[in-house]
Nanobody
Framework: QVQLVQSGGGLVQAGGSLRLSCAAS????????MGWFRQAPGKEREFVAA????????YYAHSVKGRFTISRDNAKNTVYLQMDSLKPEDTAVYYC?????????????????WGPGTQVTVSS
């Protein structure tokens, strides 16, 4: 079992920055990959970024590459999503997820555990 607790998010103006955090407990954090997804109203959940078990590999959706940075601190059992140059179209509920296979997957149903989600709203 893995429990994920999210923090961060909120309301920011376009061009601003936010950092999301996701703290994990349960299984050894350094043994699995982590991902971030988002879901806007009326849309399907979409991949944002993923990071390997040791942080050595990352992968981003084209829409956020160069603006968002995923990172992890295995000593703190936490994964982060630094979001810069935010746009109104980034508005969504953001979810962190754990992938016990330790792969950089982009399909939501291939992840094993999910955080509760946190709202990010970017005003124009």
């Amino acid at each position: 079992q893995v429990q994920l607790v999210q923090s961060g998010g909120g309301l920011v103006q376009a061009g601003g920055s936010l950092r999301l955090s996701c703290a994990a407990s349960g299984r050894t954090f350094s043994s699995y990959a982590m991902g971030w997804f988002r879901q806007a109203p009326g849309k399907e959940r979409e991949f944002v970024a993923a990071i390997s078990w040791n942080g050595g590999s990352t992968y981003y959706a084209h829409s956020v590459k160069g603006r968002f940075t995923i990172s992890r601190d295995n000593a703190k059992n936490t994964v982060y999503l630094q979001m810069d140059s935010l746009k109104p179209e980034d508005t969504a509920v953001y979810y962190c997820a754990a992938d016990l296979t330790s792969s950089l997957r982009v399909v939501p149903n291939e992840y094993d555990y999910w955080g509760p989600g946190t709202q990010v709203t970017v005003s124009s």
